[in-house]
């Protein structure tokens, strides 16, 4: 049985090892872990003794502490210690490495790393990525520390639990952690993106990997086009197309504008035909237009459509439209009626029609209709969203607010799509 305290890796790495007999067999060199359930957990210590290395198995350890690592050990018994590529050492593998804290939505650095007993195993139990981390490594630290405590100024504690990391070294993917995974989905799609502002492409690659392709591609859309190229560069095309079908057909659109036309065709003829045909459509319009601005997922009904049947197709068609506030009510050739608002419909007698509903006096404006007048339609009268009309007058896409924001007021991580580069 091996006795275990919590230890940062920082105290006892070179630290002697001492067999039964009080004999020194070396100094702790790194640690070699695997993927536990809930932790990583330490299988074997690699030694250093003079100018060779060997590996010692945790079952032979006695004490494993800050003060003192003694085993159950004969040099008979000590085996070589041969590097495999699957293994995942500590020291080399993950202290001073970047990492990324779910939990906070961020990259980190690896300072130390905190071990400790969990169910009788040696187990990483986080890791920390503030001052302290690096005072303990390095000439006069704890002096620093001391004095701060004397001071009553501690410096703060920094641990983030392993539960919260997720591994972006690719040779690290078997790491990765569950939880790690699950709670990185739940990540609003500018945080993933700044995250992957942060970090190399191929890694970034590997944490898109880990999401799914909405997710994927909201990131995506999220971040520079400098970055974006970067990251699609890494990724093989089916891939990106099948990420592209899962975003709404203006982001895609954005996207694949940014792209040299070989590029974006080759990419259109991997996307389902009529996802394909959506964003070709949205690709033909000058960015700085409505037509460039607007998307064509939205929902209009006939005005005989009952609010019954309104609410039965929604449900069926909600999966597919990124924003729902207004509902659009047109003939049979696409002229726009009229519109319901979302809370007059949801407020309305099931057997009402959209026709008996809708708002008459619609505001809206043509493909040819410049962002600025876009925004300005939008602020005078505190609209959500604004329908955008074909040189016919049939209704082929709204503009929401989050568009006009995005122009006006842009993310630092990302900029709209200008002209197709050739």
Request: glycine letters at 4%.
């Given at each position: 049985?091996?006795?275990?305290?919590?230890?940062?890796?920082?105290?006892?790495l070179?630290k002697?090892?001492?067999?039964q007999?009080?004999?020194?067999i070396?100094g702790?060199?790194d640690?070699?872990?695997?993927?536990?359930?809930?932790?990583?957990?330490?299988?074997?210590?690699?030694?250093k003794?003079?100018?060779?290395?060997?590996?010692l198995?945790?079952?032979?350890?006695?004490l494993?502490?800050r003060?003192?690592?003694?085993?159950?050990?004969t040099e008979?018994?000590h085996?070589?210690?041969?590097?495999?590529?699957?293994?995942i050492?500590?020291?080399?593998?993950?202290?001073?490495?970047?990492i990324?804290?779910?939990n906070?939505?961020?990259?980190?650095?690896v300072?130390?790393?905190k071990?400790g007993?969990?169910?009788g195993n040696?187990?990483?139990?986080?890791?920390?990525v503030?001052l302290?981390?690096?005072l303990?490594?390095?000439?006069g630290?704890?002096?620093?520390q001391?004095a701060?405590?004397?001071?009553?100024?501690?410096?703060?504690e920094n641990i983030i639990?392993?539960n919260?990391?997720?591994?972006?070294?690719?040779?690290?993917?078997?790491?990765?952690?569950?939880?790690?995974?699950?709670?990185?989905?739940?990540?609003?799609?500018?945080d993933?993106?700044?995250?992957?502002?942060?970090?190399?492409?191929?890694?970034?690659?590997?944490i898109?990997a880990?999401v799914?392709?909405?997710?994927?591609g909201?990131?995506?859309?999220?971040v520079?086009?400098?970055?974006?190229?970067k990251l699609l560069?890494?990724?093989d095309?089916?891939?990106?197309?099948?990420?592209?079908e899962?975003?709404p057909?203006?982001?895609?659109?954005d996207?694949?504008g940014?792209?040299?036309?070989?590029?974006?065709?080759?990419?259109?003829?991997l996307?389902?035909?009529?996802e394909?045909?959506?964003?070709?459509?949205?690709?033909?319009?000058e960015?700085?237009?409505?037509?460039?601005?607007?998307?064509s997922?939205?929902?209009?009904?006939?005005?005989d459509?009952?609010?019954?049947?309104?609410?039965?197709?929604?449900?069926?068609?909600v999966?597919d439209?990124?924003?729902?506030?207004?509902?659009?009510?047109?003939?049979?050739d696409?002229?726009l009626l009229?519109?319901?608002s979302?809370?007059?419909?949801?407020?309305?007698?099931l057997d009402?029609?959209?026709?008996?509903?809708m708002?008459?006096n619609v505001?809206?404006?043509?493909?040819d209709?410049?962002?600025?007048?876009?925004?300005?339609?939008?602020?005078?009268?505190?609209f959500?969203?604004?329908?955008?009309?074909d040189?016919?007058?049939?209704l082929?896409?709204?503009?929401?607010?989050?568009?006009?924001?995005?122009?006006?007021?842009?993310?630092?991580?990302?900029?709209r799509?200008?002209?197709?580069?050739q």
């Amino acid at each position: 049985m091996t006795f275990i305290t919590d230890v940062y890796l920082s105290e006892i790495l070179k630290k002697d090892v001492i067999n039964q007999y009080g004999k020194k067999i070396g100094g702790l060199w790194d640690l070699v872990i695997v993927p536990g359930i809930r932790f990583p957990s330490v299988t074997k210590l690699v030694i250093k003794d003079k100018n060779r290395f060997f590996e010692l198995p945790v079952e032979r350890l006695n004490l494993f502490n800050r003060f003192v690592i003694t085993a159950h050990t004969t040099e008979e018994k000590h085996l070589p210690y041969i590097y495999n590529e699957s293994d995942i050492l500590v020291k080399k593998d993950i202290l001073d490495k970047q990492i990324l804290d779910v939990n906070g939505a961020k990259v980190v650095r690896v300072n130390d790393l905190k071990l400790g007993d969990v169910d009788g195993n040696i187990c990483v139990l986080g890791i920390d990525v503030g001052l302290n981390g690096i005072l303990r490594r390095v000439d006069g630290g704890r002096l620093l520390q001391n004095a701060m405590m004397l001071l009553n100024k501690p410096i703060k504690e920094n641990i983030i639990n392993w539960n919260f990391l997720q591994t972006i070294d690719p040779d690290l993917r078997n790491l990765t952690l569950n939880v790690a995974r699950r709670q990185l989905s739940r990540l609003h799609p500018s945080d993933l993106a700044q995250i992957l502002t942060e970090i190399p492409p191929e890694q970034g690659t590997e944490i898109l990997a880990s999401v799914d392709e909405e997710l994927a591609g909201e990131a995506l859309h999220e971040v520079s086009a400098e970055v974006r190229e970067k990251l699609l560069n890494e990724m093989d095309k089916e891939t990106i197309s099948d990420i592209l079908e899962e975003m709404p057909p203006d982001e895609a659109a954005d996207i694949l504008g940014d792209m040299p036309e070989e590029a974006s065709e080759e990419l259109l003829s991997l996307m389902e035909k009529e996802e394909a045909e959506e964003v070709k459509d949205l690709l033909s319009y000058e960015d700085d237009t409505a037509g460039g601005l607007m998307t064509s997922e939205f929902l209009d009904f006939l005005p005989d459509t009952t609010v019954d049947e309104t609410l039965a197709n929604m449900r069926l068609l909600v999966p597919d439209v990124e924003f729902i506030y207004y509902i659009y009510v047109v003939d049979t050739d696409d002229h726009l009626l009229g519109v319901v608002s979302l809370r007059r419909l949801l407020t309305s007698p099931l057997d009402a029609k959209l026709g008996d509903l809708m708002a008459h006096n619609v505001k809206y404006v043509h493909h040819d209709a410049k962002r600025k007048e876009v925004a300005e339609l939008i602020s005078k009268y505190d609209f959500i969203a604004i329908p955008v009309l074909d040189e016919h007058d049939a209704l082929s896409g709204v503009i929401t607010v989050d568009d006009i924001i995005d122009l006006f007021v842009p993310n630092p991580t990302r900029r709209r799509r200008g002209l197709r580069r050739q």
